[in-house]
């Protein structure tokens, strides 16, 4: 098949193409299971094999996907003829920035195959961490397990040839219950970063029980609490909310796809332009975020992007000033050439698809932040006079350009004169991105940070989801509005 693709990469190339690759998954296969109250709800496989082509003729882009893969030189015409219609449209002719060329293979780490696992012992697992889920005032339980293996081949018209092998294993648990006034409360936990490899190994069933019988004792604590007052306080937010309010503010908000306007009729734009690069203070100088695409395990490292680039660990936000973006090789040239100065200097490697039948547009790999010198969690409550520790995911609303935003918690622990005095339902807080990144006034050290996993990042019109990881430490802002 490599022979057959690199004959029609030089077709089309000596056609006229200026430069043509293609993604060739012979697997592409994902296991999900869902158990509810101790039924299996769901096990479904899906599996898809097929190609995709780009290509680029006269600035402009063609793309054809089929997985019939009989005779490829259908799909190569097609993604040409595709090409020459939008050239005669082309609003802003497309220009890939320079990469070196490669012959690479990357492979995620992983121990034991998590499809080599039968169902029986797969749902044997979820079937022991309900049981221990199932205590008093649990009303719902659930677990869900979900596995993905690809093998990708991608190979250009300037010599590049990677192949990439890459599984994940996501997995988590929830429990729900109802206080006084009959709301439903509920509290989760989602695997994160295990050791240093990314298999079913890191299914690991003394962490799964530990963390099943945290998240019912603090969903029984939370059901018998009051609410969250109304109120501006300093939040201390958790791993398990501090991702998320990462992945919207900042890694959404840092596409450059989205920053030039790209996604705006779907996926939304960003309030930041290319004249603040280099000059917005976006966050208090303890604040260093980074596109980290280096880390061993996470879902966010895939070793090359999908223009054949190598993974890169790029600063985003620098002591609080912003320096960088989520790229791929189209978005930084033509950036540069908006701003009228060079802002990027080559792609960021950041260009991924979600399947063969899907182009690349830029994704965040793994945006982090950097762990501070604030010290640990008990630390850093104990120097907060007023303030409350969030954590959990309950509802997000995000402007759509990512200025401002509103999240719902599971749980809330009041903080006064650094102690915690107690547990309280219903926490929500909000803000604008800046000036909340601006407050931000402690950063927890290494011992507060963990990478944690997302498995349903959404973007792109068709819709693309895509998996990666967030690196971050505890970290406290000041002067929040919390509980409406
Ligand atoms: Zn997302």
């Not at 599996?47 to 089929?66: Q, T």
């Not at 963390?211 to 398990?240: S, Y």
């Not at 409350?388 to 402007?399: F, T």
């Amino acid at each position: 098949m490599r022979k057959q693709i690199q004959q029609q990469i030089d077709r089309i190339k000596a056609a006229g193409a200026t430069y043509v690759d293609a993604r060739w998954y012979p697997v592409d296969e994902v296991n999900n299971l869902v158990m509810w109250n101790g039924n299996l709800k769901n096990a479904d496989t899906t599996r898809e094999s097929g190609m995709g082509v780009r290509v680029l003729y006269k600035g402009a882009w063609g793309f054809c996907a089929s997985s019939d893969l009989s005779d490829i030189a259908v799909i190569f015409n097609q993604a040409l003829d595709n090409a020459r219609v939008a050239a005669e449209r082309v609003t802003f002719p497309v220009h890939l920035a320079e990469k070196d060329i490669i012959q690479a293979r990357f492979e995620s780490p992983c121990q034991i195959d998590p499809f080599s696992i039968s169902l029986s012992e797969k749902v044997a697992f979820m079937k022991k961490m309900d049981e221990r889920l199932n205590q008093s005032g649990v009303e719902q339980r659930f677990a869900t397990m979900t596995f993905m293996r690809k093998q990708i081949v991608f190979m250009d018209s300037e010599g590049s040839q990677i192949e990439k092998q890459i599984t994940e294993v996501f997995a988590g648990m929830q429990v729900s219950g109802r206080d006084d006034q009959g709301m439903t409360q509920e509290r989760s936990y989602r695997l994160n970063r295990q050791g240093d490899t990314r298999g079913w190994e890191s299914i690991n069933p003394q962490v799964f029980e530990e963390n099943a019988d945290r998240i019912v004792r603090e969903m029984q604590q939370v059901v018998a609490a009051e609410d969250c007052p109304k109120e501006d306080r300093a939040v201390i937010l958790l791993p398990g909310i501090m991702f998320l309010q990462t992945h919207e503010t900042i890694g959404h908000a840092l596409e450059l796809d989205r920053i030039l306007g790209y996604e705006l009729a779907f996926a939304g734009g960003s309030f930041v332009t290319l004249a603040d690069f280099g000059k917005l203070r976006y966050g208090s100088p303890k604040l260093t975020a980074r596109a980290d695409g280096t880390l061993i395990n996470s879902p966010g490292s895939f070793g090359y992007d999908d223009d054949g680039v190598p993974a890169q660990n790029t600063v985003l936000i620098d002591k609080g000033i912003l320096v960088g973006a989520i790229t791929g090789r189209q978005m930084v040239e033509e950036a540069n050439v908006k701003a009228r100065r060079q802002i990027f200097n080559g792609s960021g490697g950041a260009n991924r698809a979600t399947s063969f039948y899907r182009v690349p547009i830029e994704r965040m790999t793994n945006i982090n932040i950097d762990p501070g010198e604030d010290g640990t969690l008990d630390d850093i409550v104990r120097n907060t006079e007023k303030g409350i520790i969030l954590d959990g995911d309950r509802s997000w609303s995000i402007g759509s350009n990512r200025e401002q935003f509103h999240f719902a918690n599971e749980i809330g622990w009041l903080v006064e004169d650094g102690q915690v005095t107690k547990v309280v339902k219903n926490p929500t807080y909000k803000g604008s991105t800046v000036p909340f990144w601006n407050s931000l006034s402690a950063v927890g050290d290494r011992s507060t940070w963990s990478v944690q996993f997302v498995d349903n990042c959404g973007k792109g019109q068709p819709s693309q989801i895509m998996q990666l990881g967030h690196g971050v430490p505890v970290c406290r802002f000041d002067n929040v509005r919390i509980g409406e």
